[in-house]
């Protein structure tokens, strides 16, 4: 598929834990090494910095878009795919892709699911840097996230 990115990892903690590395905006800046200037707040824009060495002065931009209590949390970010002159270039990336995290509980852990969609509007060669950066990305984030929670 040319549109979407999907990485599934189990997790042995409940959703409730899980939950709230993903929905508290220091816990997640904790393992997706971002700082945010705020909490996360349904249609409210959430800006920061990356904390990932060698990307410090990467900025962070999203627009949180869903947040439905232990169950799916999801925002949308511009498909730069780390192009730091594209990000600091001033010019508006008009191509957003919408990255959702679905909990579902299993036995006595938690599934989790990332999907990153919205591919489809993102111009080539663009398009094939982007979707192979945040593939790479996702595969780390997911283990982060694990491992965080896990402890």
């Given amino acids: 598929?040319?549109?979407?990115?999907?990485?599934?990892?189990?997790?042995?903690?409940?959703?409730?834990?899980?939950?709230?590395?993903?929905?508290?905006?220091?816990?997640?800046?904790?393992?997706?090494?971002?700082?945010?200037?705020?909490?996360?707040?349904?249609?409210?824009?959430?800006?920061?910095?990356?904390?990932?060495?060698?990307?410090?002065?990467?900025?962070?931009e999203a627009r949180v878009i869903a947040i439905e209590p232990m169950t799916r949390f999801a925002f949308e970010w511009p498909a730069t795919?780390?192009?730091?002159?594209?990000?600091?270039?001033?010019?508006?990336?008009?191509?957003?892709?919408?990255?959702?995290?679905?909990?579902?509980?299993m036995g006595n852990g938690t599934r989790l699911t990332v999907t990153e969609s919205g591919f489809d509007k993102v111009p080539e060669p663009r398009r094939s840097n982007v979707m192979r950066d945040n593939d790479g990305g996702w595969a780390e984030q997911v283990k982060n996230i694990r491992d965080y929670v896990e402890g």
Avoid: C, N
């Fill in 1 to 60: 598929m040319t549109d979407i990115i999907i990485k599934t990892i189990e997790i042995a903690a409940p959703v409730e834990k899980v939950w709230d590395a993903l929905i508290d905006h220091e816990k997640f800046g904790t393992w997706f090494r971002v700082a945010l200037d705020q909490p996360f707040a349904a249609g409210r824009a959430s800006t920061g910095h990356m904390t990932y060495p060698g990307y410090e002065d990467y900025r962070w």
């Fill in 81 to 105: 795919g780390g192009d730091k002159a594209l990000m600091e270039s001033g010019v508006a990336v008009p191509e957003w892709t919408l990255v959702e995290f679905v909990l579902e509980p």
